[in-house]
């Protein structure tokens, strides 16, 4: 492993002081589970999704492993709500995993696919001729700045350069946004027992969305600290209706 802390990194960013073991050990989430042992907590937090993922599909009307792209695993899950309207909101959820594993359009990522998420935010909409009417995004537990990244363990799948992780780094890319509609909301999470470099993560990119784009215009940005839950347990309990993030989405989209 590649020790960070003496590479010649400007010592303002906490992460950069690290040694690459404690380094791996903030990005690596189910280490910072309390509830649970670090393998136990992956099993459960699977367990869980195939179980909601059964209900709903016993439940409810739902298209499945429909195509977006070519590749094996560019697919989607649609399922629709008991009574169909032209009105009803379209909600997608990017699930975590680093990347590996009309109506109004509100886009939900935790994890890594909170950096996909915050990467349509800031996509510029105009270079592919159109103006999609994103109304809401929810960013639980993400990745914005992809650097970190490059020097865990996680790289040796991913392979991401220093280039790479600039060029692909929301945390880069707000000073050049422009938000589509200044009436979309972005919610920034992050869980009460995420790791200091998560928080981190969350804190700054939702402290640069509105500083960094006053000449352009805000984005409805807010940040919300999720008290007594983990980086698994902050999606598990989304099954809940009764959940408080849950009723944050909801009351979102339906207020």
């Not at 298209?63 to 695993?73: A, K, N, R, T, W």
Request: glycine content about 8%; proline content about 5%.
């Amino acid at each position: 492993m590649m020790d960070v802390s003496g590479v010649g990194f400007p010592s303002k960013v906490p992460w950069k002081k690290m040694s690459a073991e404690e380094l791996e050990n903030q990005y690596c989430p189910s280490r910072w589970v309390v509830r649970l042992g670090a393998e136990e907590a992956l099993r459960t937090y699977s367990q869980i999704g195939i179980e909601a993922t059964t209900r709903a599909r016993a439940t409810r009307k739902s298209l499945l492993h429909v195509p977006y792209g070519d590749g094996e695993g560019e697919k989607v899950d649609i399922y629709f709500p008991d009574e169909s309207s032209e009105a009803l909101p379209f909600f997608l959820f990017f699930h975590g995993g680093y990347w590996q594993s009309g109506r109004g359009i509100y886009l939900c990522g935790h994890s890594a696919g909170a950096h996909l998420a915050a990467m349509m935010l800031l996509a510029d909409w105009t270079k592919h001729g159109v103006t999609p009417n994103l109304r809401g995004f929810f960013l639980v537990s993400g990745v914005f700045d992809l650097e970190p990244i490059v020097y865990t363990s996680q790289n040796v799948a991913l392979q991401l350069t220093l280039e790479d992780a600039q060029r692909n780094s929301p945390q880069l890319k707000v000073a050049q946004a422009q938000p589509v509609d200044p009436t979309c909301r972005v919610l920034v999470v992050v869980g009460q027992f995420d790791s200091p470099e998560f928080h981190r993560q969350s804190w700054e990119f939702y402290q640069v969305l509105p500083v960094q784009t006053l000449c352009q215009g805000e984005w409805k940005a807010s940040f919300e600290e999720l008290h007594d839950v983990d980086h698994f347990e902050i999606v598990e309990n989304l099954t809940q209706k009764d959940n408080v993030l849950t009723q944050i989405i909801l009351k979102t989209i339906f207020q």
